[in-house]
């Protein structure tokens, strides 16, 4: 085995085959290093066949066949280890058709002994020859198959191989939180081992993954580690990786004589691998460390704007895919990197919302990779653009590059399984060859003795029909060994079917399914459904996968009872929502009658990992070719309904009608109205007072955003959520919080007060990239002291990422300000969670608090909320306040703060200063 393996930090910067036979030499490594095996005279020898012909895989196979028998007959641990080196070499030559049969034999081994660490080979050498043909999301859905294998044996080498496995298809495609995971148990698993070099390898796989994610001081702890392992397990290359890594960092902190120090060691370490680096430029250039681990610099810095794109830093994707386009063309303009880099450069544009330059450069870059021949990689740069896109909300070029990424698939698929055939064909022909060579000696011999010895007729006759007998034997042989063949391919092909056109969580036909099957019906007449569970990513940010797939099952189950009565079949579109296409009916009153009965049969709660859980689903409704000419078409109209439905509160379905097309082109047109309302200075804010319930005087304002357009003054419930949902909500928020603080100043630069302006802030603007750095430009700029500044941030915005926000919101109590969670008990929330938030004050659902007299179960939930936030230390304001009772009620259950129109209504700027002048006046 080599021992300069490359760092999986730079897992992206290989040839696909290069590193997919590098990360093999790893796992070889672990399956040979367990207890069990060191002792094993056949796990010798297959080690010793590795380490001395490790780069030639033929050169492998040729040494390993004389080894199956014995493999078979040991059987268990013995035949595991045989079978993953087997079938990795064979991969390694393209013949995969062998590969698969050693893949199903592990299979088999693991279910009939019970052996863990088979089905985790299994699974993740399948995941391996998928990574290789460039079918990445395959490859991930079954690297995450063996990760529960790989937990229930104690094999640290096994564990090793397949968390780096995973964490590196993780971060191929786009999952950085678990690539983060998986490293971190590589690492583990390393220090389990007392293995340095493996440990070196695992955090310098961290280091650029918490750099993409904004941690700093974790980058730097990753990579200063991997430099002490590395240098412990005396791997110049490993040192030299951790160095670069953490210049890196620094250049990201800021802190250049650090980057400089951590440069210089860098090029210390590069003159010692290769001396000529000693004379070379100032910037170390990392292809001058080994010529097996490292390709180019500009190929290092693209790897750290994928990570970028990935983890939605957009502007920092942007500037480091221009540095790697730049090294690419300076470094001898190597095609494959410059086509890449220029994907990267235009999908970061495409992030920054600059959609023409985006996509000129994204299209240039695939047009480069296609003139190549590159196709692996073309298939790889395709699925990035349709990810970007689909995050982007850009749903048609999501599927656009989607359907041109399974077209390649489809071909680089039939090009490996012809390749395969055609190999397995010209050996059979050529072992066939020699056999009837060896016949004709054979028989030449048999004459020439019998002209020598001068036997008689009869010996000849019985040697030569003994002959025949063989020619016949072997016949028989390969004809049934051809057929047994034939079947294997066959039920192989007959999986890929099936495993292309269904869901693997909830076993459903899929989107390539559903619309194959629209093609099929013609012009047969058939109404599309479109169905989405509301507020899924809460419940699955609250419980988690496992839980949330199982309750996608669950969700799966009634529908399909519904949809299949109705004579139509159940379809999973994408992460949480499902299709459906059933028969025509008779009129609108069946079909009501049908969306009826979708949503009752939701309302009985689920009950997930001992927890009942209540789902509500939008449904959307067309009919073909009633609604559209085309079926895709009839898709956009679906699409509008659904989208009508998920504005409704609670389970709701709308059937497609003329009207939501006009109402789609009036959001259209308001839509552009709104981007250049704030140029225009038409937007305004009101402030609606709070009173302290002990002493009924002014605690503060709410700061309420208004839209004064030449039409007249439009509801803010009618274009907030459309500057949500088109992403102008985050600089009309810049716009807001940079207004409420000043106007904050200036009241208290008047000397009529100080009291606290709450502002509120959307979910989609609290989740920004910049949001910290907008927070802190209006504080400084409007110099107002941030005690007297609230914070209100909506519960479902919290949840969305639970970890992620309690980070966030700590960070902005460390600045001093006020935070509040807005609209209390209307999301999906856990108590378990509030606790852990860094909250000031709760304010209570106007909901809640307009039935008080009147509904006793109502008033018990208030006065609940109001004894829960004191308890945790919080202060707690009611909003919709309205009538003297409702005041009383809330003053005797010692509520602090009230809100609402029977204390004063939102006004503009300069009445909210005539009321504080009052105030002040009265006091």
Known sequence: MRSSGPPPVFGSIFRPAARLWLLGCVWLLALFGQPGLAASTLAQQIEAIEASHGNA?????????????????????????????????????????????????LIDLGEREGNAAAMASAFALRATMLQLSGRLNAAYGWVEESLPWVEKTRDEPLRYWVFMTAGNLSLATGHLQEGLRAYAAASRSALAQANPRR????????????????????????????????EAAGSLPLQLAAKLMESLVEEEAGRDPARDQAQQQARRLAASIDPAVAASAAAVNPASGSTTWLNSQAEVVQELAGLHLSAGNFAAAHGYAERALSLA????????????????????????????????LVNEGLAMLEKQGRKVRLLEQLNRHADLLEALGDAAGALRQSRRALALEAELVRSDRVSTVLELQRRSSFEQNQRAMDSLKHDNELQA????????????????????????????????????????????????????????????????????????????????LGIAINRFSRIMGSLGHAAGDDLLCQVAARLRSVVEGAGGRLYRMDGLSFGAIV?????????????????????????????????TLSIGAAEYPRHGAQTSDIAKAIQLAMRQAQGLPGNSAVVFTQGLLDDQQDRLQLEARLSQALERGEFELFYQAQCDLSTRKLSGFEALLRWRSPDGLIPPDRFIPLAEESGLIVPIGRWVLQQA??????????????????????????????????????????????HFIELEITEGAMMDDAESTIAKMAELRALGLHLAIDDFGTGYSSLAYLKRFPINRLKIDRAFVRDLGQDEGGAAIVQAMIQLSHSLGMTVVAEGVEDAAQEACLRGWQCDVMQGFGYARPVPVADATAFMERCSREA
């Open 57 to 105: 895989p033929p050169e492998v196979v040729a040494r390993l066949r004389p080894l199956e028998a014995q493999a078979r007959a040991l059987g268990g641990d013995n035949l595991r280890v045989f079978l993953a080196a087997w079938g990795y070499a064979h991969g390694m030559t393209n013949q995969y058709t062998v590969v698969d049969a050693a893949t199903a034999e």
């Open 199 to 230: 440990g070196a390898q695992a955090h310098n796989a961290l280091a650029p993954i918490r750099l993409a994610l904004r941690d700093i001081e974790g980058a730097r702890a990753d990579a200063q580690q991997a430099s002490r392992l590395a």
């Open 329 to 360: 063309r300076q470094e001898g303009g190597d095609e494959d990197a410059v086509a890449v880099a220029t994907i990267s450069s235009g999908l970061a544009r495409l992030g920054l919302r600059q959609t023409a330059a985006g996509e000129r």
């Open 449 to 528: 003795s019998q002209l020598q010895r001068h036997r008689s007729e009869r010996q000849l006759t019985l040697g030569l029909a003994f002959a025949m007998l063989v020619v016949v034997l072997l016949t028989v042989a390969l004809y049934r060994r051809a057929r047994k063949a034939n079947s294997a391919l066959q039920a192989h092909n007959a999986e890929l079917a099936h495993v292309g056109l269904h869901d693997r969580v909830t076993g459903l036909p899929n989107r390539r399914a559903l619309e194959q099957r629209a093609r099929e019906l013609g012009n047969e007449r058939f109404i599309g």
């Open 583 to 615: 028969p025509a009916l008779a009129d609108d009153a069946e079909l009501r009658g049908l969306l009826d009965q979708l949503l009752l049969v939701m309302q009985p709660v689920f009950e997930v990992q001992r927890q009942q859980l209540a789902v």
């Open 741 to 786: 603080c000043r106007q904050a100043r200036a009241w208290h630069d008047s000397g009529l007060g100080k009291p606290i302006v709450a502002i509120n802030i959307s979910p989609r603007q609290f989740q920004h990239p910049e949001f910290m750095a907008t927070v802190r430009e209006a504080l400084d700029s409007a110099g107002i002291d941030p």
